[in-house]
Nanobody, 121 residues
Framework: VQLQASGGGLVQAGGSLRLSCKVS????????MAWFRQVPRKEREFVAA????????TYAPSVEGRFTISKDGSKIAVYLQMNDLKPDDTAVYYC???????????????WGQGTLVTVSS
């Protein structure tokens, strides 16, 4: 399974970015698509996830109300709309696919290469 994330960049605090992730294939059913992020010397942390069956989203408390996860079943893609960005959102963002909904990165086995988001104050 190959995942390709894009859409990162430099943005000022309060700005918006939309991340995209294309997935080559889905190997499990049911499935969950998720975004994690990581800064140097810290663990990769959960950001958001969406279930394949009913498009039910789950968000980390730190992004709830500011980020929106969505997916396109026909293109096997997942998106992350990020609004009201804060400097603490600066990180490399990774997309991933799993078979069960989880906030633990160990539950996901296939990862994209990551896309860097930098939010300036």
């Amino acid at each position: 399974v190959q995942l390709q994330a894009s859409g990162g960049g430099l943005v000022q605090a309060g700005g918006s970015l939309r991340l995209s992730c294309k997935v080559s294939e889905l190997t499990s059913s049911p499935y969950v698509m998720a975004w994690f992020r990581q800064v140097p010397r810290k663990e990769r942390e959960f950001v958001a996830a969406i279930t394949g069956s009913d498009n039910s989203p789950t968000y980390a408390p730190s992004v709830e109300g500011r980020f929106t996860i969505s997916k396109d079943g026909s293109k096997i893609a997942v998106y992350l709309q990020m609004n009201d960005l804060k400097p603490d959102d600066t990180a490399v963002y990774y997309c991933t696919v799993g078979s069960v909904l989880s906030t633990f990165r160990e539950m996901y086995t296939d990862w994209g290469q990551g896309t860097l988001v930098t939010v300036s104050s």
